[in-house]
């Protein structure tokens, strides 16, 4: 499994353009919309996870690891590390690749907790 934080790799790049090119003309004139809420009391977890209207699942964007370790050391955690995307993804979201990027930085950012006391 390779985890993919920039496309910067040649090959990245040619198989982001294939898809790309695949896609043109598939999806124009509309505005992506998403929402990422994870629970407040579960910051690892989501509430809610939906694209363009339709319930979406984290794992179509990448891994989620959780770092297991004691809450009251403050050792535990869970981080998300995106995948490249897949034409399969793209479509049944009606997304870009450049949008699937804008997600899979957002679910970096909301899954990345440290210490949420929910243990201890």
């Known amino acids: 499994m390779k985890f993919v934080t920039s496309f910067n790799d040649k090959s990245q790049k040619f198989l982001l353009y294939s898809i790309k090119k695949k896609l043109s003309g598939t999806i124009k004139n509309r505005i992506m919309e998403y929402k990422i809420e994870p629970y407040g009391a579960l910051p690892c977890e989501l509430q809610v996870f939906t694209i363009n209207g339709k319930d979406a699942d984290y794992e179509d964007f990448g891994v989620k690891i959780m770092r297991d370790g004691s809450c009251m050391d403050n050792e535990c955690g869970c981080e ?30 909301e899954l990345r907790v440290y210490n949420c006391g929910w243990c201890s």
């Not at 870009?96 to 957002?106: L, M, N, P």
């Open 80 to 109: 998300f590390h995106s995948e490249l995307p897949s034409s399969e993804v793209l479509a049944k979201y009606e997304i870009t690749v450049d949008e699937y990027a804008e997600i899979a930085r957002k679910l970096e950012s």
